[in-house]
């Protein structure tokens, strides 16, 4: 999930989140930067239908200069090779030209087309992968929705927000504080809380300096109380 949103990351970065965020250990997630997934896709050919499974490695790895370790989720192409391939597409675009000018047409399209066809092949493929890859791990986009929820005088009033998978909940809280004091026309004043309200419609009170990797979902709903407000001890949601 850290891989495909950051598309590309330095290893002791990846392994620093990934303590801090999931708890996870540096050899857990070693572990977990070299399982493999299996990709399933069907081919469909008029009556012809046939399913086929590949197993393939989510991410990939490469050196930077000064020794950098860094991860890539698959359909990223590390900027050093995005550098080559921009690179070496301007010098077959320049020997074209020279051999246009030379009269050397069916030449000139014959280097061209060959090196240019054959890369962007490979790399409509793992497009295509990673969108499979993606889908099927359910991190295809790094984008969730808050909706949170304020009583005032019986009168409810939403919220909506939409937040990177990276903000920490403290960041939620106060998009919230400040969009529903602008539509009460004035500010809210004193503390407040942030609940999660989970599927089952119970509400825990949550760490709000975790970040919203911790809380599995698409759509978020919250309850946004003051501690007075609470009928109940919250379910605590402290994990980090």
């Excluded at 295809?140 to 909506?160: L, Q």
């Excluded at 106060?174 to 969009?179: G, M, N, V, W």
């Amino acid at each position: 999930m850290l891989v495909a949103d950051y598309r590309e990351i330095p290893l002791k970065r990846l392994i620093q989140l990934g303590e801090e965020i999931f708890g996870l250990s540096p050899r857990t997630i070693r572990s977990h930067l070299s399982r493999m997934v299996t990709v399933s896709f069907e081919l469909k050919l008029f009556r012809f239908k046939k399913e086929f499974k590949l197993k393939v490695f989510p991410v990939g790895f490469y050196k930077r200069r000064n020794g950098e370790k860094v991860v890539y989720f698959i359909d990223q192409v590390p900027k050093r090779l995005a550098i080559a391939y921009i690179t070496s597409v301007i010098i077959i675009f320049l020997t074209a030209i020279s051999q246009i000018l030379e009269g050397d047409l069916p030449g000139a399209m014959s280097t061209v087309f060959w090196p240019l066809l054959m890369p962007s092949i490979g790399s409509t493929f793992l497009s295509y992968l990673g969108h499979r890859i993606r889908h099927q791990e359910g991190v295809y986009d790094n984008e969730i929705k808050c909706v949170i929820k304020y009583r005032e005088k019986k009168k409810n009033i939403i919220v909506k927000g939409i937040f990177k998978r990276e903000a920490r909940l403290s960041k939620v809280k106060e998009y919230a504080i400040q969009e529903i004091g602008r539509r009460r026309g004035e500010p809210l004043r004193g503390e407040y809380i942030l609940l999660f309200i989970d599927e089952g419609g119970r509400e825990i009170r949550v760490n709000e300096v975790n970040r919203l990797y911790l809380l599995d979902g698409r759509v978020l709903h919250f309850k946004l109380v003051k501690p007075r407000k609470l009928s109940k001890p919250a379910h605590q949601k402290t994990s980090s």
